[in-house]
């Protein structure tokens, strides 16, 4: 632990914990993912493109972006409502609800999977009322959808809740005085300031619905075609030795998530400038 | 980015004043809506793993845990998180000390590299290892030529289960380390404080609750890690099973009862890192404040 004295800092340990912290993300993180581009570099842009493309791969990019999507939508409309209770409303119980958003985020997703598919089978508590109207929930694209939600319940309201808090009541107060009505004022007032935290909530469940994989394995039935997810197309790829394949659909997967994740990180410096300016 | 939803909040219990709240029923209309979908989203389903796990008894339940594979995954699940966690919370501290004591350049860059973990799906994170250390992979053949083997054996497991937890510690840190800045620990070292004296006497009780914070996030998910772990296992009963994967095996081969008791076991943790982390933020929250 060698003293940098060079440095602007006075304090010491700046060489040591800077070293360890670039050996240890380099192993544990950056070369095992270098290794995935590497890998998917022995492939020519042909075999490439064919593999990332073909009729199966291209379904289940859509049933895993589709799913993702219209849970995320789901999280967003609700995620809103439970923030705004939990932030504005005083009922009995109100810190155990505020404990259970979290569930979803400290549940293994493998237990989320196993509940929510005997719960939506057709024999389940649900899947018994909605079987006789011709809903069927496991085991089809509506199933993910439903795990999905699940999982993506703390983004949107975990987001939306620090901007609620920090709102001014002033502008709602004039906004009330000059007369607007309730409605009008969240419109016109509340929603603008809540829209940037509703688009990050929404794209970090979107992207997080996108990778998952537990809680939804159970629940999919696992159709190909039909209700594949991606990140069990990659599985079934590495369990039939096609390797090269499973890094191909693997390395689009990885550029959508790093894509999303430059969207959410942009998103937030300008909610987290909003909030400071506020 | 998945660990940005740890944000510490404080509920505040005071009425708002009437013009600026909604009438009445709407308000018991928003409340009953929230409720119900918490109520049906999440409660459901852990009404649900208790109900089946306990569906033929107390004893039935006691003798699906103390089944020698279920132990056998117990054990692995422990020994997994024992070494992921503690090398996490090092790498945590250290990467949190650098980050936010000194003043270099790419430092976003370098915050952006350590978040990367959230954004890569749990299945890719196991198929990075079995890339580098399968058969096929990079070092495949000289493992085997040395007869050691990473994946499909406990090794893989604690990797995949380190990259999946890599960013937890690091993230609850950097932000409270951040609003700390550097005075205390310039005047110890002023005063001839030594670099980690200077670290356990002067930093470490301001950020011990962070900390704590971190960890059992970091804990919850190691012990919980389904789909990376899956995918490097090689799903060997007795031998390579964590808990997670044996909930899997039992589902598939339908023991229902016995797959939702060991579930119960994984739920009854996520629950008590919940009432943790809720008694951590009280601190937490004071602390903030007092600086």
């Known amino acids: 632990m060698a003293a940098n004295r060079k440095r602007k800092s006075a304090l010491p340990g700046f060489r040591f914990t800077m070293g360890f912290t670039v050996l240890y993300l380099s192993l544990i993180v950056l070369i095992p993912l270098a290794g995935l581009v590497v890998k998917t570099a022995g492939l020519t842009l042909p075999q490439f493109w064919d593999t990332v493309t073909s009729q199966r791969v291209l379904a289940s990019y859509r049933v895993s972006l589709l799913t993702a999507f219209f849970a995320a939508l789901v999280n967003v409309a609700f995620g809103l409502i439970v923030a705004w209770v939990l932030v504005r409303y005083r009922f009995p ?62 983004f949107v309201v975990r987001t939306v809740q620090p901007v609620l808090q920090e709102l001014e009541n002033e502008m709602e107060e004039s906004a009330a005085l000059l007369g607007a009505y309730r409605w009008r004022t969240f419109r016109k007032v509340l929603l603008p300031e809540l829209v940037p935290p509703l688009i990050t909530g929404f794209a970090l469940a979107f992207a997080r619905g996108i990778g998952e994989y537990g809680s939804v394995v159970f629940i999919s039935g696992n159709m190909p075609l039909k209700t594949e997810i991606t990140p069990l197309l990659i599985i079934t790829k590495l369990e039939q030795y096609e390797y090269s394949q499973a890094t191909a659909i693997a390395l689009v997967l990885l550029l959508i998530s790093f894509a999303l994740l430059l969207v959410i990180n942009t998103l937030q410096r300008w909610t987290n400038r909003r909030l400071r300016s506020a | 980015m998945a660990g940005a939803v740890t944000t510490v909040t404080t509920l505040s219990n005071e009425a708002r004043p009437k013009h600026l709240t909604e009438p009445r029923p709407v308000r018991y209309l928003l409340i009953a809506v929230a409720l119900l979908f918490i109520g049906i989203v999440v409660v459901l389903p852990m009404l ?8 033929k008894g107390w004893s039935a339940y006691i003798e699906a845990l103390k089944d020698p594979d279920a132990m056998a995954a117990l054990r692995l699940t422990l020994i997994t998180a024992l070494i992921a966690v503690p090398l996490n919370t090092i790498f945590g501290v ?76 690091a993230r609850e840190l950097l932000p409270l380390m951040e609003a700390q800045g550097v005075q205390d620990e310039e005047a110890a070292v002023s005063l001839g404080s030594k670099g980690w004296r200077t670290f356990f006497k002067v930093t470490l009780p301001n950020i011990k609750w962070g900390l704590l914070y971190g960890i059992i996030l970091c804990n919850a998910r190691a012990m919980g890690e389904f789909g990376a772990v899956s995918v490097v296992s090689g799903h060997i009963r007795g031998e390579t099973n964590t808990l997670p994967l044996h909930i899997e095996i039992l589902y598939n081969e339908y023991q229902y009862t016995s797959s939702f008791a060991v579930a119960s076991l994984l739920m009854l943790l996520a629950i008590i890192t919940l009432v943790i982390k809720g008694l951590i933020e009280g601190k937490l929250a004071r602390s903030r404040h007092g600086q």
């Open chain 1, 93 to 154: 119980g109100k810190k155990i609800v505020d404990g259970l958003v979290d569930i979803p985020f400290a549940l293994p997703t493998a237990v989320a999977g196993i509940a929510l598919t005997s719960i939506y089978a057709p024999n389940g508590w649900i899947g018994k009322l909605l079987d006789p109207l011709g809903i069927k929930v496991a085991y089809t694209p509506l199933g993910i959808t439903v795990a999905l939600i699940f999982i993506g319940v703390p």
């Open chain 2, 48 to 55: 649900t793993v208790l109900l089946e796990a306990f569906r």
């Open chain 2, 94 to 169: 250290a990467a949190a000390w650098a980050i936010t004591k000194f003043k270099f350049r790419g430092k976003n860059l370098l915050v952006t590299l350590i978040d990367l973990p959230f954004a890569v799906s749990p299945v890719i994170s196991g198929l990075v290892y079995i890339l580098l250390f399968g058969a096929q992979g990079f070092f495949g053949p000289w493992l085997m030529d040395h007869d050691m083997k990473i994946v499909f054996a406990t090794p893989g497991i604690v990797l995949a289960t380190m990259f999946v937890t890599f960013p937890f510690v």
